[in-house]
């Protein structure tokens, strides 16, 4: 049976999924939430998620996916590989995972469409997207259809973030009373290190940035 009220969150334990989390509690009565460990440097982020989901009151399973690991070489699953600093002219950074997005959001629809759910949470966004093709809107969207045309279903993929900063980000976990979790004890670190992080890798300095400018327009009472 169909629970209208119910939603799964693709969660990685990081800012953007934990913040997606507490938004879909804000949103939909019962919420489930799903990590995946594909061979990422940085998998102690499954265990910071699974804690958050406890504390929350929201049913968590990880689910382990290695072969994404083994499809293409980059830097999250590669301890050998020398991350990108920097966003590469004319190309994408070695950090971007071919796929994962793809195979995340495809897992998860199969994973909700057996409890009956059809709503399914994911934190991409457009606005800080680090150069991955796979957190654009467009390709949410095509992705959405397809889910529908592959199981003959009507999933809806909600994604809180699409079209705001981590400014903006930062803004709503404080809007949703969450932002001392967020800040303390998410990971967003490349380098596995929970908080805030190595300070270093592009993941920390997207995340430190969009922090500092939020907290300098909270001090003057402006609303990004």
């Known amino acids: 049976m169909t629970d209208k009220n119910a939603a799964l969150v693709v969660f990685s334990g990081g800012q953007d999924s934990t ?25 102690d982020e499954v265990a910071l998620a699974r804690e958050i989901a406890r504390e929350a009151h929201v049913h968590f ?14 830097a999250l699953t590669d301890a050998s590989m020398a991350m990108d ?10 950090t971007f995972v071919p796929g994962r997005n793809l195979f995340f959001l495809s897992i998860a629809a ?34 959405n259809v397809t889910l529908n045309l592959a199981m003959d279903e009507q999933f809806v993929i909600h994604t809180p973030l699409m079209w705001i900063d981590k400014a903006q ?7 949703l009373g969450v932002l001392e979790l967020v800040r303390t004890r998410t990971m967003t670190c490349y380098n596995n290190i ?16 969009g922090l500092e400018r939020y907290l300098n327009a909270k001090q003057k009472g402006i609303r990004l």
């Open 85 to 94: 600093q920097e966003q590469p002219e004319g190309g994408l950074p070695n």
């Open 194 to 209: 929970p908080g805030n992080g190595c300070g270093h890798c592009p993941a920390c300095k997207l995340r430190r940035e």
């Open 169 to 175: 980000t930062w803004q709503m976990a404080d809007d």
């Open 61 to 74: 399973e990880a689910m382990e996916i290695p072969f994404i690991a083994r499809l293409a070489e980059n």
């Open 110 to 143: 199969v994973y909700a469409r057996e409890r009956g759910i059809r709503h399914l949470v994911t934190g991409v966004s457009q606005t800080d997207f680090s150069g991955y093709p796979d957190c654009r809107d467009a390709f949410i969207k095509s992705l």
């Open 19 to 43: 913040t997606c989390l507490f938004w879909a509690k804000k949103n939909f009565r019962d919420v489930h939430a799903l990590s995946f460990l594909y061979g990422q440097k940085h998998h």
